[in-house]
């Protein structure tokens, strides 16, 4: 959760329009909810959750699942086969940057994740929690906590990118789970 919201930071300050866009809503909706987090009011914040969701189809914090197949496979129009029992790894960040399903990449887009954009989109694209009987049983709280600590930072902080900030940041690649190579420094400005 809180990798997953140092990179929506760190997206959100290249991007100031997005940023002032996102304030709004959250600014909106609280106003309607007694300007409280309630579950309601999170809940109610659209944008929010696409913001996120995009954060973590660029930097998604487990980069790799891991399975082991259960039953001899073979790709259809190919002659690749796995056999039972074979240790699996399906890199999550690969799918994410395929351009084939995720055309320029390398963009942060929020509205890609729009409803209509979601309905389009092919299945088992998107695989930030994993999927299946054993997908990651924190989901919802995750998104949670990481909703709450965007709200509370944007509603009194303008964030910016620092010049210390060396991009493309890059990825370490010593480490399953996510973590950039260069490190994020960002201004708070109180608003
Ligand atoms: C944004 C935050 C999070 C992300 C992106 C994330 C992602 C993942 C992923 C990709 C998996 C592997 C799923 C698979 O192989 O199909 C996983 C598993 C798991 N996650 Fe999370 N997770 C997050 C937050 C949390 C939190 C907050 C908790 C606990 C409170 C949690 C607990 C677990 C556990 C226990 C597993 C293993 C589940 C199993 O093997 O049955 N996760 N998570």
Request: glycine share 4%; with cysteine.
């Amino acid at each position: 959760s809180s990798m997953t919201t140092s990179m929506t930071l760190f997206e959100l300050s290249n991007n100031q329009k997005l940023q002032e866009k996102l304030r709004r809503e959250i600014l909106e909706v609280l106003k309607k909810h007694d300007n409280k987090i309630t579950y309601d009011a999170v809940t109610e914040m659209k944008y929010l959750g696409q913001a996120i969701d995009e954060t973590l189809r660029i930097w998604p914090s487990v980069q790799t699942l891991t399975r082991v197949c259960t039953k001899d496979y073979i790709f259809k129009n190919s002659d690749v086969t796995v056999d039972k029992g074979t240790p699996l790894m399906i890199s999550v960040t690969g799918l994410h940057h395929d351009p084939e399903y995720w055309p320029d990449p390398d963009r942060w887009d929020p509205d890609r994740f729009s409803e209509e954009n979601k309905q389009n989109r092919q299945l088992l694209t998107f695989l930030p929690f994993g999927d299946g009987p054993r997908n990651c049983i924190g989901l919802r709280f995750g998104l949670l906590q990481t909703k709450v600590a965007l709200i509370t930072t944007l509603t009194k902080y303008r964030v910016t990118l620092s010049p210390k900030t060396i991009t493309p940041l890059g990825r370490d690649p010593a480490t399953f789970a996510l973590r950039p190579k260069n490190k994020i420094y960002l201004r708070f400005e109180k608003i």
